[in-house]
């Protein structure tokens, strides 16, 4: 089991199961301060389980519960906010494979920090129920406060439009909320895909290029195209003319979006692409590293006073409005880009940079550092979040993946020959 600030994260049932998803609800539940929280999940068959078990724990030890059933992440997270609720729990392995599940803990409408994560961990072995029994609101529609508020907030609505619009949901948790945030904002056109809750993940759940073959093909009748994950805070997006871009790009275009409206400084990841200078530059602002997981972007954040930030896998976290990565509000903000011309202007300026995003297994962390520091000794050395090497207009990354059990190598050059002899390294 992997247990991080993106989540208590295992396969179901050998790791995340029945009994690890009691005794980690009731110790967070006698962690948390406050007595109201949500819970919710994504689509897995898992969470048919999990779910209840979640709920009458929390129950046990005097919580009330705004039950929010299937419902986005980023969503969940800003109810807790409207609602000034005290945290919450939700149910899903996010971009993870159907056979994998975890539990994400919020405090208030934020994701534990790591110093918060290791005071749960004490809470673990220490089971303790209350006599008092907490009570249940039934909160399924509320994702819909969520949507009216982005729409709100980006500021526009179209009518009579003839965009076309196509949206993947993967049969996630996004399937009623994506295209319905499309409705609201007058498109009309809408190619919906895998927009149920059957839970089925008929593509690879990560939303990345090589898994949504489907989507390009689409743009030679659709303005847009996008895809989303199995619980909705990653975007990955298309536009007419220029194809399925990476999704870096909606990062880089949703951050754009947030300093039109507002300058300060950016925080992103170390894995993220170093296109988010170009970004930087151009609004006059400073870019600053974290390391990987929106908790760790968002606490950097508020020790920087920045005001926006975010991570490369495709979410934007645009803390003034939600404290996590967002993708129904990254989708809002790609479409304003688009209907005020802006993204045009961005995808042509921006320079081509080459880009890899390897998983390695069977493999040991510290032989996969030696062997980069010897290759590349000269290079700038950071060694906060695993390894991190920089040279110019070349870097690499390589760290212990936070929700696999797995090593991940992330490089990226304006010249094809650094990224492609970084590859052949691993192999």
């Known amino acids: 089991m992997k247990i991080s600030v993106s989540g208590i994260r295992g396969v179901y ?3 995340m199961n029945p009994y690890s998803a009691l005794i980690w609800t009731n110790a ?9 929280i949500i819970i919710s999940r994504d689509t897995r068959y898992s969470g048919k389980v999990l779910y209840p078990i979640v709920l009458n724990t929390a129950l046990s030890t005097c919580k009330n519960v705004y039950s929010l059933s299937i419902c986005p992440t980023p969503t969940s997270l800003f109810i807790i906010k409207e609602l000034n609720l005290d945290g919450g729990i939700i149910i899903t392995a996010s971009h993870n494979p159907s056979e994998y599940n975890a539990l994400k803990l919020a405090i208030k409408n934020r994701f534990l920090f790591e110093e918060e994560l290791e005071k749960l961990k004490e809470k673990l072995n220490n089971l303790e129920f209350s006599s008092c029994i907490g009570e249940v609101i039934y909160a399924e529609n ?3 406060i969520h949507l009216d508020k982005i729409v709100d907030f980006v500021g526009f609505k179209l009518y009579n439009s003839s965009m076309k619009v196509a949206i993947d949901c993967v049969n996630g948790a996004g399937y009623k909320a994506f ?13 919906k ?4 809750n059957s839970g089925i993940f008929t593509r690879n759940p990560e939303p990345r290029k090589e898994h949504l073959k489907h989507l390009e093909q689409l743009l030679n009748e659709c303005d847009l195209v996008f895809a989303t994950d199995p619980d909705g805070d990653r975007l990955l997006f298309g536009v007419k003319n220029y194809g399925l871009l990476s999704e870096e790009y909606t990062l880089l275009i949703g951050i754009s979006e947030i300093l039109e409206r507002k300058k300060g400084d950016i925080v992103v990841n170390y894995s993220t692409t170093m296109l988010v200078e170009f970004i930087a530059k151009k609004y006059n602002v400073n870019v600053i590293r974290s390391k990987v997981g929106e908790a760790n972007v968002l606490k950097k954040i508020y020790q920087t006073n920045s005001i926006v930030g975010g991570e490369g896998n495709g979410g934007v976290i645009y803390p003034a409005f939600n404290e996590t990565r967002d993708g ?6 790609i479409l304003n880009s688009y209907i005020e011309g802006r993204i045009f202007k961005i995808l042509d300026e921006l320079p081509k940079t080459y880009f890899i995003k390897e998983k390695v297994e069977n493999f040991e962390f510290e032989k996969i550092k030696e062997i980069f ?10 060694f906060e979040d695993g390894l991190y090497l920089r040279k110019n207009n070349s870097w690499i990354h390589i760290r212990a993946s936070n929700t696999e059990p797995i090593i991940r190598v992330y490089a990226e050059s304006l010249e094809k020959e650094f990224v492609d002899y970084v590859k052949s390294l691993i192999k």
């Open 28 to 36: 967070f539940c006698n962690f948390l301060e406050g007595k109201n």
């Open 328 to 333: 129904l509000l990254s989708m809002g903000l």
């Open 179 to 191: 295209p319905e945030l499309l409705e609201k904002f007058g498109i009309k056109n809408i190619i």
């Open 142 to 144: 509320s994702y819909k």
């Open 373 to 382: 520091l010897n290759e590349f000794g000269d290079f700038e050395k950071n």
């Open 13 to 15: 049932p050998t790791q």
């Open 193 to 196: 895909i895998n927009c149920d």
